[in-house]
Each structure stands twice: as structure tokens, then as C-alpha cells.
């Protein structure tokens, strides 16, 4: 089924996902990818506050290219998502309700979707000049000195997933993998 989705999500919305949906999201997302995470998890171990409110929040497993002139970001194509398994539960666990990557991720990370009522997006490799039209904006809110893999606060318009793991813990990947064999 297709969904357009205004962010941030919602337990509404969460409830209304099913794995194999397409959807259209809007509204605003961050980035963050393996240097951003270890980062936020130092904090998390020194007693400190995140350098932004991941409540409710979905972040994208992105680091964009540069932009180029009159256009907000680069390339922003998904990266692997089970480089960001050993952050992602306790980032659920602290409210993070979305990530959008690619690829699969652990049980770890499932059982954390499951507990915490939230979901797993993917989008597709390789489509990153493509993706980035569907970003309106981008600006670094927190570790500039990460570059690439500083957060980014990004506004998007119909940007497009699909649902891999919903809050029910149903993995798209297993669903296709099942279909397959039995084909």
C-alpha cells in the first residue's frame, strides 16, 4: 500500500504501517552514520544530553555529497544500516521512533522496534542524486568537525521508503525471502 506521511511519527501513524509499504514522508528527518553515533553514545556514557531531541524523531543513515551550486545537499543516498546495530536499541529505547537505511538489520534491533512501538525504513542504494531532489534543506546542527558525518537537520518532501520492519517486528526481507522459497 502507498502512504504520504507528514513527520514526525506519530503512535498513530507507526500503528497504520505495515511491512511493504510504500511511503512518501515530509516533514523533517536528521542524519547520522557511524562516527555521529559512536559520538552520541560517548554523551550517553558520560551522563550527557544528545545535541538533539531524538524523541519521536526519525534519523537517516546518510552522509550526502557536497551540493552543488543552488541545491541544498549532494547525493544523499542511503548507507548500510547494520553498521548503526550495536547504537540503535538504546536510541529506541530514548524515544528515537525511525531510521531509514538500507540492508538488514539484527535481532537486536527488531526486538527494540517491537518494544518501543517504532519502525525500520529502507530506500534504495545507489539512488542518491535521486533522493536528494526530495530534500528541501539541510543544515548541520550538531559535530561540524565530522564533515560528511555531522547531523544534519533535513527537510524533505515526499521522500520515498518502504517499510522493512514494522512495529509488529514483521520484516519485509524474511516476507519476500518466504514467498521466494515457496515459488
Known sequence: MEKKISLPL?????ND????????????????????HKRMDEALNDGM????????????YMGPSPAREG?????AGPTTASRMDKYA???LDLGLKGMIGK???????????VRNG??????????????????????????DDLGTEAIRELKV???PVIVVIDKTGANLYDIAQEQYNRE
Open 49 to 60: 544530553a544528545l545535541p538533539v531531541d531524538i524523541k519521536g524523531q526519525t534519523i537517516y
Open 89 to 91: 536499541p538504546r536510541l
Open 17 to 36: 504501517l505495515k511491512a511493504g509499504d510504500y511511503v512518501y514522508l515530509t516533514g523533517t528527518i536528521y542524519t547520522a552514520r557511524d562516527a555521529a
Open 71 to 75: 541545491r541544498p545537499i549532494g547525493s
Open 10 to 14: 506519530t503512535e498513530e501513524i507507526i
Open 118 to 143: 517504532a519502525v525500520y525504513f529502507a530506500t534504495v542504494g545507489g539512488a542518491g542524486a535521486l533522493l536528494s531532489k526530495a530534500i528541501v534543506s539541510s543544515e548541520v546542527v550538531a559535530y
Open 103 to 113: 540492508g538488514r538489520r539484527s535481532e537486536a534491533v527488531k526486538d527494540a522496534i
Open 157 to 159: 518532501e515526499n521522500f
